[in-house]
């Protein structure tokens, strides 16, 4: 076991500020696989872009660490990089989605249909892919709140550091998110 | 509550990766990213020797040189003072003993004093 594996990761940002090459490696290994599943459930399982984007996050991380906020924790603070990747990733789709609105309208019609027609399965794969269908329909700000929830099981303080807003913000964004999910996979409710 | 944990749960089940679902990291990504900070690092001590040859690699106009020959020669005045004033000082305390012995005053006094003591 390296020296850096038992360090904490405060310490270790301090190294890589320093130029330690090894206090990087340690970082890479414990963030970059956590990281990438969140930004592929962001992009939509595009994994090509998702995996530019983690190689985006970390050269921030290398070449402006004194960036880092030591208020937060290290986690919470790569998160939050993560997290506005993604919004800017979102923005930028909004203005393309915008230039498509005719394409967007045909692709809503086949989701519908395949959910209609997968009810009849009910197993949890298909559970999977519907919820994944609901998801990508989400704004950045709900899907982040729900994948940090669910997927990465952070707690509701965590995700209000990550996302720079009010414990209350969070537990709404969640309600809805929620809300919304029940009403479209209420077709999978066995009790139907 | 039972009902809305176990939507939790099964959301949290279905929001889990399967085996083989999740990519590794692409290792060039790694490799790119490991010389970058190699680089920075070599950057970072390259710029603090940069800044020593640039300290020293100052352009010197006439002025400069004027400027230094003049605190030159002010610093060796005051150090030429500083050395010779102490040797004034012992000259003038030998020759102020010599005037003490050679004194008439002094001399008439030692006499008076010798007297007495012959009394």
Not at chain 1, 6 to 34: C, T, V, W
Not at chain 1, 50 to 57: E, G, R, T
Not at chain 1, 64 to 82: E, M, N, Q, V
Request: with cysteine; hydrophobic share 40%.
């Amino acid at each position: 076991m390296s020296n850096s594996s038992i360090l904490e990761d405060r310490e270790l940002m301090h190294r890589l500020q320093n130029g330690d090459a090894e206090a990087f490696d340690e970082l890479y290994k414990r963030y970059s696989k956590p990281l990438l599943g969140y930004f592929i459930r962001m992009l939509n399982y595009d994994k090509p872009k998702a995996q530019d984007a983690l190689h985006d996050l970390f050269l921030k991380v290398i070449e402006k660490p004194h960036l880092f906020d030591t208020s937060k924790p290290f986690r919470s603070w790569i998160y939050t990089i993560a997290y506005n990747t993604c919004k800017n990733h979102y923005k930028h789709n909004e203005i393309v989605k915008e230039a498509h609105i005719e394409i967007k309208h045909t692709e809503d019609m086949l989701d519908e249909k395949f959910l209609v027609g997968a009810a009849a399965k009910m197993d949890a794969k298909d559970f999977k892919q519907a919820l994944m269908g609901v998801l990508n329909e989400l704004s950045a700000d709900k899907k982040t709140t729900f994948i940090l929830r669910y997927q990465e099981d952070r707690p509701i303080a965590e995700i209000a550091d990550i996302m720079e807003c009010s414990e209350g913000t969070v537990k709404s964004r969640i309600f809805y998110t929620i809300k919304i999910l029940s009403e479209k996979l209420e077709i999978y409710n066995p009790k139907n | 509550m039972e009902t809305k944990n176990e939507f939790d749960d099964l959301l949290k089940r279905a929001m889990q990766f399967e085996s083989g679902e999740l990519p590794e990291p692409d290792p060039s990504i790694q490799k790119r990213l490991q010389k970058k900070v190699k680089k920075n690092a070599i950057n970072k001590n390259k710029s603090f020797f940069s800044s020593i040859v640039q300290f020293l690699n100052i352009d010197i106009k006439l002025y400069h040189a004027g400027i230094a020959i003049a605190a030159t020669l002010l610093i060796f005045l005051v150090l030429r003072n500083n050395n010779e004033a102490p040797a004034t000082f012992k000259q003038k305390v030998i020759v102020a003993d010599t005037n003490v012995g050679s004194s008439l005053k002094n001399d008439s006094f030692l006499v008076k004093n010798f007297s007495v003591s012959i009394y």
